[in-house]
């Protein structure tokens, strides 16, 4: 299956759900669903894929839902007016653990904005104490902030921290305290869908942003690798 971008139908298909936001809909919009949103969706994952294997051999590129690919359903528990999601979001990541808790490359996209990023985006509690006891480690502590700070120099985003106060017993003083306060890890770029979305050139364009940020995803890799056998 070749990628030749994501078609511009597939940004008219979401901008549809927002105005047409039910079950119903989309089940009489299946055909189009498919053709816009599914098929160029697993030809990226297959790509780009490949592409990433030359940074990380490893990696997982499934083109499945529930695996690289997200569902187009939110949780009806939550969502019972707005039941179809706005955004298609896309995924590869590294190591056994849950995708959401795993070193990864991500993308989201909708009809106002492209979303890309390397990391964690929600740190759950048992990875949150453990990456909090790793960076204990003045030198870990460092290597992070110093990658943080070379991706802040290339024109990428570091999220806001999400906690105001430290750790109880966390000496404040120490270099970089303040990377305790996050509670996720991930850097990102957002574009507009611009031509190079609706084209290959996209593969070219994301892949530079993954190799700009590989030493982020190996730092966050190491970290859950330590998560595993803490939680073996």
């Not at 909708?110 to 949150?128: H, M, S, Y």
């Not at 109880?168 to 306060?181: F, M, Q």
Request: charged residues 30%; aromatic residues 14%.
């Amino acid at each position: 299956m070749h990628f030749k971008g994501f078609p511009k139908e597939g940004l008219d298909f979401l901008s549809n759900i927002i105005i047409n936001n039910s079950k119903e809909w989309l089940d009489d919009h299946k055909e189009e669903y498919e053709k816009y949103i599914v098929t160029p969706n697993k030809a990226y994952v297959e790509e780009m894929g490949e592409h990433l294997q030359i940074l990380v051999p490893n990696i997982h590129a499934i083109p499945k839902v529930n695996k690289s690919l997200f569902r187009i359903y939110r949780d009806a528990r939550f969502h019972r007016l707005d039941p179809i999601k706005e955004r298609i979001g896309i995924i590869f990541w590294q190591g056994a653990t849950h995708r959401m808790q795993s070193a990864s490359f991500y993308m989201h996209y909708d009809p106002f904005e492209v979303f890309v990023a390397t990391g964690i985006r929600n740190f759950k509690a048992p990875l949150l104490a453990v990456y909090r006891e790793y960076i204990k480690n003045d030198v870990k502590r460092e290597t992070l902030h110093n990658i943080l700070e070379s991706l802040r120099d290339k024109g990428y985003t570091i999220p806001e921290a999400k906690y105001k106060r430290f750790p109880l017993g966390l000496n404040k003083e120490d270099t970089h305290a303040y990377l305790y306060l996050y509670g996720a890890m991930f850097a990102f770029k957002i574009f507009e869908p611009d031509e190079t979305f609706h084209s290959e050139s996209i593969i070219d364009r994301n892949f530079k942003v993954y190799e700009d940020m590989l030493d982020l995803h190996q730092w966050i890799y190491q970290l859950t690798c330590v998560e595993e056998i803490t939680s073996e």
